[in-house]
Structure formats: structure tokens, C-alpha cells
């Protein structure tokens, strides 16, 4: 009898000390949400236009992991990064400290593309006046002016079909130019250098043309053969402009023009409040619980408010052992935990009661008190954990968070509730041998 207690105590404290460790300390532990601690929401939906239906589904699939690439390394905590639909992705981005320069790397397309500049007098001539041959595109090079603008300054014209493309970009790192400014370099994969090594060789003396988004960034020209598959974007880049592009070089082209069709910056103050409030309402909830445990049922109502306590301990630890993030309507089903967790005492103590009025011992009146409780508790845990499992497979966003702590917050409550509560009651009946119950 003794082994099984310890072995029941044992497991009792071993959740405890997994619990306390997966948990503490919580400001580090517990990822908090989009409306928790500010951040940015933002809705992106691929172009329609020329791309054919069937294939949308899959261009979307595809951006996604770009995105979520790109958003990996801007160092975001927990970003929220999902499909909705077929053609549309959410994004959130709790704690960004700059929403503006985090949406224009996350939307950028980052085409690149080396393009031959075309030196035929004849061709440029038609061109400029408006008449672009087939086959050919003009383009200006933008250059920075004294005061950091970006200006048109040379027409030049391209061959259309670009030689070689960003896709065989392999890595993308800041390097520095001959005048001290921060250029990107590339590394291209085995086939694109093959490509680049061949294009470099037959055009010596040429221009090769580097473009991003249809934007010549330089257009260098080519004084021999280049064996390594590696190339340099110059162009008086400032730091941040340059480790931004390596950037989206680095995680690869968007697959198709994605537009932002909504975005919403969330101040950190609004979270600061809900926070506030949200912990509040919770702990004057949990606080008048206890009370009336304790007043209602006494010594049960101590150990009904352990076992919620322990609930409530189970609950954050699971949300930080899977890394989840708690949100505003998380700390709500954290609250409504708390209800459940002492409703399924009740349902128990109250047939303790009856088992007691209709004469049966302690230990007797315990056991069918469990017993009979347990069928009732079963039947409304279950429909709601159904219910929370539902919200949080199929909702969005901060529903995700509800229905994660409210699922959480159920197999918690079946654990203390029957299990905890029953070995620490029969712990005491039977070492105390207690003739007479008071509850």
C-alpha cells in the first residue's frame, strides 16, 4: 500500500518540478502574443492576374516558406506565419521594433537578373525615341545622389531574356567595395556557376547588368572569365540596405507579386494594458474561488484550491513547453480553467456528502464519491475539450490562443481533480485513520 503511494506521490511531484522548470522564469519562458506586446498584423494576397487557377494553391505554398525564410532571419520571436485561403498569408510579428522596414522585406519579390547591355548605336538610338526592338528592354541605372536618393541617371538597353536568374543563389552575405561601401556577394550553386562562367567568358568587354525588380542595380563590365560562381551587387549601399538584400537574396525570390491588401500596427502600450487587466481579472476570479472553496468545504476546500493551483501550474508549463504563445484570449481560458477546475470538485465533494448522509464510512463514502462524480466529469470536460480542440485546429489567430489554454487547461483539470485530489485524500484517511469527515 505504502509502495503505491509513493509511487503516486512521486509522479505527483515530478509534474510539479517539470511544470516549475518548463515555466520559470515566465517572462522568458511564456511567448507572448501579437496583442500582448505590440507588433505588426499584416494580410498578403498573391496577384491573380496571368497566373492560371489550378496553380495559385501551389505559388501561395511556396511564398509561404520564402516568407517564413526571410522572417527567420530578421530574428522575429514567434512570428504567426499561415495560409488563409488560396491565394492569401497572414502574417504577425509580435515585439517588431520597425514595422515599416519589416513589411518591405517581407513583400520585396527579389527578382534578380543578369542581363547583356546592348552597345548598338542604332538599336539605342531607336529606342529612345520610343520604339523598343523586339527582344530587347530599356532600363535606367539608378545611382545615389550626394543626399542618399536614388536617380535615374543612364538609360541603358538590355536584352530581354536575362542570362542567368537569382535562382541559383546558394548564399548572399555583405562584403565592402574599393571605396569602403557595403556591396552584396553571391554564391551561386554548381550549375549556375557553370552558367555564369560560360556567360563571362564569351562576352569580355562587355556589360553584364545587374537587375532587381526590374531596377539595374550596377552593370559592371565583364574583364574576364569567372570560374568560382561568385558575384557582387554594388551600387553605394548603406549597411541596413545591404543586409536587407542579402536578405531576400539569401531565402530566394517570391514565386509571384504578392499585394498587402491590410496591415495593422499594434502599440505596445495596448498590450501593456490588456496584460494588466487581463491578470487582474484573473486573479480577483482565482481569489474569490479560493475563498469560497474554503469557506464552503473547509479542509476540501484547502485541497480543492491546491489542485487548482497545480492546474494552473500544469497549464503554463505545457503552453511553455511547446513553445505556444499565450494571448489575450488565452489568459480568458486560462479564467475559465480556473471555473472548471472547481467544478469538478464540487461534482465530488457534493457526492462525498451523500455517501456520508447515507451512513457509509470515511474511506467508503470517498471512493463512491470519486465513482460517482466520475462519469459526470468526464461527460463536461470532454465536450468542452472537444470544443477547444476545434478552435484551436480551425481558428485564426488569437482564437488559436483560447482554444489552446481551454484545451491545456482541461487534461490539467482531469489530472488534479481525480487523480491528485483522490491519492492525497486517501494519503490522509488512511495514515490519520479519520473515523469522521467534515465537509
Known amino acids: 500500500m505504502k509502495t503505491q503511494f509513493y509511487i503516486k506521490f512521486g509522479i505527483i511531484i515530478a509534474v510539479i518540478g517539470i511544470c516549475f522548470y518548463l515555466f520559470y522564469p515566465p517572462e522568458k519562458k511564456l511567448k507572448k502574443g501579437l496583442d500582448l506586446q505590440g507588433g505588426i498584423h499584416v494580410v498578403l494576397e498573391i496577384e491573380k492576374e496571368k497566373i492560371e487557377e489550378k496553380s495559385i494553391s501551389d505559388l501561395t505554398e511556396r511564398a509561404l516558406e520564402i516568407i517564413r525564410n526571410r522572417v527567420d532571419a530578421l530574428g522575429v520571436t514567434e512570428p504567426v ?3 488563409e485561403g488560396t491565394n492569401r498569408i497572414i502574417i ?21 537578373e543578369f542581363k547583356l547591355v546592348i552597345d548598338d548605336e542604332n538599336l539605342y538610338k531607336q529606342a529612345l525615341e520610343g520604339n523598343v526592338p523586339e527582344g530587347y528592354e530599356l532600363l535606367y541605372l539608378k545611382e545615389k545622389d550626394e543626399r542618399g536618393i536614388y536617380r535615374e541617371t543612364q538609360p541603358l538597353l538590355l536584352k530581354s531574356q536575362p542570362e542567368l536568374t537569382g535562382k541559383y543563389i546558394v548564399d548572399a552575405y555583405v562584403g565592402y567595395d574599393r ?5 552584396v556577394n553571391l554564391v551561386l550553386d554548381k550549375e549556375g556557376a557553370k552558367i555564369f562562367e560560360e556567360v563571362t567568358e564569351k562576352n569580355i568587354g562587355k556589360r553584364l547588368a545587374i537587375v532587381l525588380d526590374g531596377v539595374i542595380k550596377s ?12 558575384a557582387v551587387i554594388t551600387g553605394k ?19 509571384a507579386k504578392l499585394n498587402i491588401i491590410y496591415q495593422e500596427v499594434i502599440g505596445p502600450s495596448l498590450g501593456k494594458e490588456s496584460v494588466q487587466k487581463g491578470f487582474k481579472a484573473s486573479l480577483y476570479g482565482a481569489i474569490i474561488v479560493l475563498i469560497f472553496m474554503i469557506f464552503y468545504y473547509l479542509y476540501f ?10 492546474n494552473i501550474l500544469i497549464l503554463l508549463g505545457i503552453v511553455a513547453g511547446i513553445k505556444g504563445v499565450l494571448t489575450l484570449p488565452g489568459i480568458a481560458g486560462i479564467a475559465l480553467t480556473c471555473g472548471m477546475a472547481v467544478d469538478a470538485n464540487i461534482l465530488i465533494f457534493e457526492r462525498i456528502r451523500e455517501e ?11 471512493d463512491a464519491g470519486f465513482h460517482r462524480a466520475w462519469a459526470a466529469i468526464i461527460d463536461s470536460n470532454i465536450t468542452t475539450l472537444i470544443t477547444g480542440l476545434v478552435l484551436f485546429i480551425f481558428g ?13 487547461g482541461i487534461i490539467a483539470n482531469l489530472f488534479t481533480a481525480v487523480f491528485v485530489t483522490k491519492v492525497i485524500v486517501d494519503w490522509i484517511i488512511i495514515n490519520r485513520k479519520i473515523e469522521r469527515l467534515r465537509i
Do not use: W
Not at 240 to 248: F, G, Q, S, T
Not at 399 to 408: A, D, E, P
Open 396 to 408: 485564426e489567430g488569437v482564437i488559436k490562443g483560447f482554444g489552446l489554454t481551454l484545451s491545456i
Open 237 to 255: 549601399f548603406t549597411m541596413d540596405e545591404a543586409r536587407e538584400l542579402a536578405i531576400v537574396l539569401r531565402s530566394g525570390a517570391l514565386p
Open 92 to 112: 504577425d510579428l509580435p515585439g517588431v521594433k520597425n514595422p515599416e522596414k519589416a513589411i518591405d522585406i517581407i513583400g520585396k519579390t527579389a527578382l534578380l
Open 219 to 230: 552593370a559592371p563590365q565583364i574583364r574576364e572569365r569567372i570560374p568560382e560562381g561568385k
Open 81 to 83: 506565419i499561415q495560409k
Open 356 to 366: 456520508l448522509k447515507a451512513g457509509k464510512s470515511p474511506k467508503a463514502s470517498v
Open 179 to 183: 571605396t569602403g561601401f557595403p556591396d
Open 301 to 310: 476546500g484547502l485541497l480543492a484550491d491546491f489542485a487548482l493551483t497545480l
